[in-house]
């Protein structure tokens, strides 16, 4: 459903106390990211009790104290630093006649670009602002959409929960519940040279032509089909990340094969937070930065796609990954000042160095996957109680990606699944008849 917002506001929100420092160093990793915003947007049912100008207030009071917290979110970036001079960031408003429930019954996924702040001509991911929020009324206060968006070259999506939780919190009135963020970017990655240049998103995306993006809903029972089909002698209980994955990749990768004179080779790689796999008294779980790496799984062009051989592949390299991070940290639980960019995070880089020589060529289609499956995006509570529905905002902000994404419902057990596809391949991927056993297309939200 298309929808139509009048913008009734915007400003800049500064922090409510000064920086207590003046740079950030950024790393090696934060610089090679794309210069987009890493965006999402949480939709609340009736705000009917409090006005729109007690919600502006109260929303734009509780982000100024958050940023002073947040405070490099509120700089501009310099070349390979942020400058933390409290420029602050931009805070949009906007309203709809539309129903919140119309809108969740006909949801389309192009709809989400309406819900993102416009970016006027000055303003980058890349210099400034950081940080943009955006929040839209629905028609007879039925509800609210909340979108937040920063640079991904200071924050991955672990960053954005976390800053987003601690706003949320701070608007709630739970002061007690808010944390003091470490920005740690620096701390795993080593920063770059100073004749560094980053690369454009045309270097880092292997362009396919224009890409389209359809929202995919893996019910639990489903699931659990899906896994008994990818279990094997050597994984023989799937997690369901592996399992939907794997499938999205095998019909991806035949989708494209149908469209292709000669079979291409095919990849997937998938992002992991080292914040899961990092001792906390080494990085703090509330760590902000692209504290993540990727492993890839690469199957050749004339090869058998079988779900349960690609699981299998899946649970090999990505356990293989794990225990070589394990290995690098041996001894950072004795000395927690020690861990260092020369060993685990150059070997990192190495890996991800490999996978970029490896994979992006015209002869292999890569699809990038990332999960945020287990991830309590659907408590971030206002005052409004939880979300009835939240999505990823990004794919917006650029047509040429090929990804994969995948979240929780907000039972927390079906999952769904967004896929951007370049557009001639999409509509032979949605007619793939095992994605069809075990998936429905973009089907209504109901609330």
Same mark, same amino acid.
């Given at each position: 459903m298309e929808v139509k917002l009048e913008e009734t506001g915007r400003e800049v929100i500064k922090p409510s106390s000064p920086a207590p420092h003046d740079r950030l160093q950024l790393s090696l990793l934060d610089l090679t990211c794309p210069a987009i915003y890493v965006a999402t947007t949480f939709l609340y049912k009736s705000t009917a009790r409090e006005s729109p100008e007690i919600i502006s207030r109260r929303l734009k009071t509780s982000l100024s104290e958050t940023l002073s917290r947040f405070y490099p979110l509120a700089g501009r970036q310099e070349?390979?630093?942020?400058?933390?001079?409290?420029?602050?960031?931009?805070?949009?408003?906007? $309203?709809?006649?539309?129903?919140? &429930?119309?809108?969740? +019954?006909?949801?389309?996924?192009? /709809?989400?670009?309406?819900? =993102?702040?416009?970016?006027?001509?000055?303003?980058?991911?890349?210099?400034?602002?950081?940080l943009r929020v955006k929040v839209s009324l629905f028609g007879s206060g039925s509800g609210v959409a909340v979108t937040v968006g920063i640079s991904h070259q200071i924050c991955d999506a672990t960053s954005l929960l976390t800053f987003v939780q601690a706003w949320a919190a701070t608007a709630k009135g739970t002061t007690t519940s808010t944390c003091t963020p470490h920005f740690a970017g620096a701390t795993i990655y080593p920063p770059p040279d100073t004749s560094f240049k980053s690369p454009s998103i045309d270097d880092v995306y292997e362009l396919q032509g224009k890409c389209v993006t359809n929202r995919l809903v893996f019910k639990s029972s489903k699931i659990d089909e899906l896994k008994c089909k990818a279990a094997s002698e050597?994984?023989?209980?799937?997690? $369901?990340?592996?399992?939907?994955? &794997?499938?999205?990749? +095998?019909?991806?990768?035949?989708? /494209?094969?149908?469209?292709? =004179?000669?079979?291409?080779?095919?990849v997937m790689t998938q992002a992991m937070d080292l914040r899961l796999r990092i001792p906390s008294n080494v990085l703090p779980q509330d760590s902000i930065g692209n504290l993540q790496t990727c492993f890839f799984v690469k199957k050749g062009a004339e090869s058998e796609l079988?779900?349960?051989?690609?699981?299998?592949?899946?649970?090999?390299?990505?356990?293989?990954?794990?225990?070589?991070?394990?290995?690098?940290?041996?001894?950072?639980?004795?000395?927690?000042?020690?861990?260092t960019t020369t060993t685990l995070g150059q070997n990192l880089l190495t890996v991800m160095?490999?996978?970029?020589?490896?994979?992006?060529?015209?002869d292999v289609?890569?699809?990038?996957?990332?999960?945020?499956?287990?991830?309590?995006?659907?408590?971030?509570?206002?005052?409004?109680?939880?979300?009835?529905?939240m999505g990823p905002s990004s794919h917006t902000v650029y047509d040429n990606m090929v990804f994969v994404v995948l979240i929780d419902s907000k039972d927390g057990e079906d999952v769904e699944a967004w896929v951007g596809l370049p557009e001639?391949?999409?509509?032979?991927?949605?007619?793939?008849?095992?994605?069809?056993?075990?998936?429905?297309?973009?089907?209504?939200?109901?609330?």
């Open positions: 070349g390979l630093s942020i400058c933390c001079n409290d420029e602050g960031v931009i805070f949009t408003e906007a $309203r709809t006649d539309l129903l919140l &429930s119309d809108f969740l +019954r006909n949801l389309s996924t192009d /709809s989400l670009a309406a819900f =993102l702040p416009e970016i006027e001509e000055g303003e980058s991911a890349g210099t400034w602002p950081l050597s994984v023989r209980a799937p997690t $369901r990340v592996e399992a939907i994955m &794997s499938l999205i990749w +095998r019909c991806a990768a035949n989708a /494209s094969r149908s469209n292709s =004179l000669s079979p291409k080779s095919t079988e779900i349960d051989e690609m699981v299998a592949d899946f649970r090999k390299t990505k356990e293989e990954f794990s225990e070589m991070i394990k290995e690098n940290l041996q001894g950072c639980d004795n000395d927690t000042t020690n861990i160095g490999d996978f970029v020589s490896e994979c992006y060529k015209p289609d890569l699809y990038t996957m990332s999960s945020w499956c287990k991830k309590p995006f659907y408590e971030v509570d206002f005052r409004w109680g939880n979300p009835v529905w001639q391949d999409m509509p032979v991927f949605l007619c793939e008849q095992d994605l069809l056993a075990y998936a429905v297309l973009n089907p209504p939200v109901l609330i």
